[in-house]
């Protein structure tokens, strides 16, 4: 009777954080639903509340807290028996989270998700005396990363890999079915002085290319038309595992091996180390979008240096002309960090010049977050608040009068959409992305016509702009569906 009463039988799972963790939550519940579990959406209606969470920043650590807390007062009222809690916060503040939230019942580290399901099912962990599920990794990512940072560069040697390989197969995906997120790597040798994530995710670690190319046909085999490749640091895909083609090598693989795949999508890339061979491939191969994600962070030399970024201003300019005439129509996304330690009111100026002058596709800044552990979050000379909102939000302001302008230039154009879902609050329109657009992070194209469902590619014709947005109606004759599962 008693072990009835504490029987799980369904899970209900928080997802927190970036696409990367979301791979992780992906995989959670495929081997979750894998074991008879069943995924509610309805966390009061749940036996168990699974807590992916995100430690990136201190903002997401209270978004994350306050989800856990919102848990553990369901599992108070009853309405749940067991609160665990897993992703980048257990790896980096496992006995602040304990004391912070003293009603989880399990902790699984971002190396040990394969144990979800004991965690779950409330076994503990016998290597450990408190029984959460923190392997032989858990503290060893935080030594290699800082060893791999002190090789000097993006390769890695041999000694400073972590042997842990995310095999990302076999996901009950959160996504639409029409698009997935597939990652390339894990980890990070880059070693940015503001950065958390290689001590929480360790050094960089590239999937082998027959890996990848066996989980991108198992996500177009499930109705995915678009594959968003992710890693921290995508540009080095390959040099820690002797992959000598490198990112370029992978690009042209995929293209030619997908023909259900409609778009391939590079994000995060890195400025210092994406050649010549990465921008051909980036122009050349049919599926690839012409798309590149690619934080800069700052342009100001000194705040590249303080950064540790390993790119002067010259380097990043030349590449962004490159990318420009070599791939035309390119569509660049970027990301700035306003008000990191030192920087004064002149290096913020010439960011926002260079911002107005180079004129980004997209752009999103972050106000600095000093993170315990890092080089920067231990440097004099701390911006103040204020100081740091008022920089992001000139940055921002800037970057919407360009962007509105992009918009209204779209007028008149003839665009591939892929419809993401239809518009919220009984409208009509349809919600979709040109290639030009990333699923959650850009703006969107709003269209209208009709027979369109999610998932369906469409040709239309931009009619508007709404502030960032485009408006558009479908050209009827040149429709086209691809195939999947709306
Ligand atoms: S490249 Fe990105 S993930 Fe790697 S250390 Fe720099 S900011 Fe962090």
Not at 3 to 28: Q, T
Not at 399 to 419: C, H, N, P, T, Y
Not at 427 to 444: E, F, L, M, N
Request: one cysteine or more; aromatic letters at 6%.
């Amino acid at each position: 009777m008693g072990n009835r009463r504490n029987e799980i039988r369904s899970v209900a799972f928080v997802s927190l954080g970036c696409p990367k963790n979301l791979v992780d939550s992906e995989r959670m519940l495929g081997l979750l639903a894998n074991d008879g579990l069943t995924v509610t959406a309805d966390a009061a209606d749940a036996d168990a509340i699974v807590i992916n969470t995100c430690g990136f920043l201190e903002a997401s650590k209270t978004e994350s807290l306050a989800e856990i807390r919102q848990a553990i007062k369901l599992k108070e009222d009853g309405k749940c028996k067991r609160v665990v809690v897993a992703g980048c916060l257990v790896q980096r503040h496992k006995t602040q989270l304990l004391a912070d939230a003293p009603g989880i019942d399990r902790l699984v580290g971002v190396f040990d998700r394969e144990h979800i399901v004991q965690a779950v099912r409330g076994a503990k962990n016998p290597g450990q005396k408190d029984g959460h599920f923190l392997g032989k990794y858990h503290d060893m990512s935080r030594r290699l990363a800082a060893e791999a940072k002190l090789d000097g560069d993006a390769k890695q040697t041999k000694g400073s890999r972590l042997p842990v390989f995310e095999d990302d197969r076999a996901r009950l995906r959160l996504t639409p079915r029409h698009y997935a997120f597939l990652r390339v790597s894990e980890g990070c040798n880059q070693g940015c002085a503001f950065c958390t994530i290689p001590s929480i995710r360790g050094p960089m670690r590239s999937k082998p290319i027959e890996h990848i190319l066996a989980e991108a046909k198992e996500l177009a085999a499930d109705g995915a038309v678009e594959l968003n490749l992710i890693g921290q640091d995508t540009t080095s895909y390959g040099t820690d595992i002797g992959y000598g083609p490198g990112l370029a090598g992978l690009l042209k693989t995929l293209d030619k091996s997908l023909k259900d795949v409609h778009w391939l999508r590079l994000m995060y890339a890195y400025p210092s180390c994406f050649g010549d061979e990465m921008i051909r491939a980036l122009g050349e191969s049919d599926r690839v979008v012409k798309y590149i994600d690619m934080p800069l962070q700052h342009i100001n030399d000194k705040m590249l240096a303080t950064m540790k970024r390993r790119v002067t201003r010259k380097e990043v300019e030349t590449l962004l002309e490159k990318l420009r005439k070599w791939v035309p129509g390119v569509t660049i996304r970027t990301t700035f960090i306003a008000g990191s330690p030192g920087e004064t009111e002149g290096q913020h100026r010439e960011l926002v010049e260079f911002v107005r002058d180079f004129g980004f596709d997209m752009m999103g800044v972050f106000p600095y977050s000093a993170e315990p552990g890092t080089p920067m979050g231990r440097m004099e000379g701390q911006v103040a608040e204020e100081v740091k909102t008022a920089r992001l939000e000139e940055l921002m302001l800037t970057q919407q009068g360009i962007a509105f302008a992009k918009a209204k230039e779209r007028i008149g154009k003839s665009v591939d959409v892929l419809i993401d879902r239809q518009e919220a609050g009984g409208k009509k329109g349809w919600i979709g992305r040109t290639a030009g657009q990333a699923p959650d992070i850009d703006s969107v194209t709003v269209v209208s016509g009709e027979g369109l469902h999610a998932g369906k590619l469409v040709t239309a014709k931009v009619t508007g702009a709404k502030g960032y947005d485009s408006v558009a109606e479908i050209l009827g004759k040149k429709s086209r569906s691809l195939q999947v599962v709306g």
